[in-house]
């Protein structure tokens, strides 16, 4: 996405924020079921950890905080975090072996396909696959159609 005006940078998402009861277990279904690296450990003058940011892939982070404060059941604004993958299937299936219940479906209005799991805390996760019926997967094949159409119209 270009922001209007004068700044024309690109912007990307680079994290998502989550606060945790138990950082230890949070930090080990990012690492140890979906495979992230630990990129940073948050510590306090006393050198204790309280939070981490977990390299998912591709640039892509979650950071993860102490949060001793969240009350067990409690609900948030936080809707959902969506991590593309190469293969839904091996992904559901890889999910499953970790004790989830994953149902691939395509979405309603992008056809993307894609499955719901819930971590630890209860933030709602995405797995999402794109191929030929996503939205989106056409949007950024025509933009790249259109920018290779530009490059050789100023030629």
Known sequence: MTLPGEFSQR???????FGTRNLERAVGFYR????????????????????????????????LFRDIGIEAG??????HICFDVPDIEAMAKHLTNHGFTPSIR??????????????MDGNKIEFQQQDEHSALQRFLADK????????????
């Open 11 to 17: 912007v990307r998402l680079v994290h998502a924020s």
């Open 32 to 63: 140890d079921v979906l495979g992230g690296e630990i990129a940073h450990e948050f510590r306090n003058e006393a050198g204790d950890c309280y939070g981490v940011f977990v390299h998912m892939g591709c640039g892509t982070f979650v950071e």
């Open 74 to 79: 409690a609900t948030c604004t936080f809707r």
């Open 106 to 119: 395509r979405g309603r209005t992008d056809g993307v396909l894609q499955l719901f799991i819930e971590d």
């Open 144 to 155: 790249q159609n259109r920018s290779a159409d530009h490059v050789r119209s100023e030629r």
